[in-house]
Antibody, heavy 115, light 105 residues
Framework: EVLLQQSGAELVRPGSSVKISCKAS????????MHWVKQRPEQGLVWIGR????????VYAEKFKSKATLTADKSSNTAYMQLSSLTSEDTATYFC????????WGQGTLVTVSS | EIVLTQSPNTMAASPGEKVTITCRAS?????MYWYQQMSDASPKLWIY???KLASGVPDRFSGSGSGTSYSLTINTMEAEDAATYYC????????FGSGTKLEIK
């Protein structure tokens, strides 16, 4: 069974950074890109970017190029996303997803930016 | 960059009513995917390759379209279908429609 298990909710201060994780199981981690998606409260889904776990190559949506950094650890089958210089606009639930005809999503990680 | 425009933004349907949600792409795409999202839950793949139902999706749902115009149809609305539906262009990069919130009357 394919599972994407994300790390828990985070409460962080404005201006700080946060790193959230997505541990994959049930498939060969390096065979599929991992994507990340943002969803602000009561808003729609926005694509952040993707990483190829096999070689670390990344592609970002333009608006996230200076906000998000995607990495992957093949030894632990875990993808990471670091968000920097956090503001209230970054308060959202973040999902990792392996999209396609058999799509899988993590349960989401709520990041709350507040002083 | 492809932009997906969904309509309507919100709608309410009575049990048994036929429902159609549309998604227009700013340029031609080969396939369309659809997701269902319940409150405080992850999106679930609902329709892939434009018209194929994901596992467990009731057959009152259908998908159709080509080029720049796609749709999701519920033949007879049921209470459990109340959710937000998103169209998605996949998979090198992802683009989502703005979502359609479907409520039961």
């Amino acid at each position: 069974e394919v599972l994407l298990q994300q790390s828990g909710a985070e409460l962080v201060r404005p201006g700080s950074s946060v790193k959230i994780s997505c541990k994959a199981s049930g498939y060969t981690f390096t065979d599929y890109y991992m994507h990340w998606v943002k969803q602000r409260p009561e808003q729609g889904l926005v694509w952040i970017g993707r990483i190829n776990p096999a070689n670390g190559n990344t592609v970002y949506a333009e608006k996230f190029k200076s906000k998000a950094t995607l990495t992957a650890d093949k030894s632990s089958n875990t993808a990471y996303m670091q968000l920097s210089s956090l503001t209230s606009e970054d308060t959202a639930t973040y999902f990792c997803t392996r999209p396609g005809r058999f799509a899988y999503w993590g349960q989401g990680t709520l990041v709350t930016v507040s002083s | 960059e492809i932009v997906l425009t969904q309509s309507p933004n919100t709608m309410a349907a009575s049990p048994g009513e036929k429902v159609t949600i549309t998604c227009r792409a700013s340029s031609s795409v080969s396939y369309m995917y659809w997701y269902q999202q319940m409150s405080d839950a992850s999106p679930k793949l609902w329709i892939y390759d434009t018209s194929k139902l994901a596992s467990g999706v009731p057959d009152r749902f259908s998908g159709s379209g080509s080029g720049t115009s796609y749709s999701l149809t519920i033949n007879t609305m049921e209470a459990e279908d109340a959710a937000t539906y998103y169209c998605q262009q996949c998979c090198s990069t992802l683009t989502f429609g703005s979502g359609t919130k479907l409520e039961i009357k």
